[in-house]
């Protein structure tokens, strides 16, 4: 498949993600925090969940998600990649679940083994998703926590 033909692949999945995604349980407006350092990998989940109604921050690395996540108290959720410079995803998490036990932590990363899902919880990360996200499968654990 050329690169054209993948860019319209992923732009129709994040179109028929979007449209699934209903407004029926206040669940648009939330504010998430994600903690990605790759742009291409920022850019994919910017347009799938600005297109679902989510209105985002990004942290480029594990540090300034900590202090996002301490100055800005209308983050409902965070998308935490675990392999990023200054302070890995892991030590991030611990840190913001110091300052908020309750806000949720999903964690991300595209170099998946066996065991990562079982390591991340125990992080303090509340789910785990390997990438390449999927549109739908993000969509709606997202929602699974705004409720």
């Known amino acids: ?13 994040m179109s028929e993600a979007g ?15 994600v903690a990605e350092d790759e742009d291409a990998n920022y850019t994919y989940i910017e347009k799938l969940l600005s297109r679902a109604g989510f209105s985002l921050i990004r942290a480029n690395n594990g540090y300034e998600a900590v202090e996002y ?17 200054v302070m890995n995803g ?3 998490t611990k840190e913001i679940k110091m300052i908020k036990p309750s806000l949720p932590i999903i964690a991300t990363t595209a170099f998946a083994i066996s ?10 990360c509340d789910d785990y998703l390997p990438k ?7 969509i709606g654990l997202i929602r699974n926590y705004m409720q």
């Open 1 to 13: 498949m050329n690169q054209l033909a993948a860019l319209n692949a992923i732009d129709k999945e």
């Open 19 to 33: 449209k699934k995604f209903q407004d029926t349980d206040g669940t648009r407006d939330a504010r998430i925090l």
């Open 69 to 85: 996540a301490r100055s800005n108290d209308d983050i409902s959720l965070v998308l935490m990649d675990m392999k990023m410079p």
């Open 90 to 92: 892991m030590e991030a």
């Open 115 to 124: 065991g990562d899902r079982e390591t991340f919880l125990d992080a303090g």
């Open 132 to 138: 390449p996200l999927r549109a739908e499968t993000l």
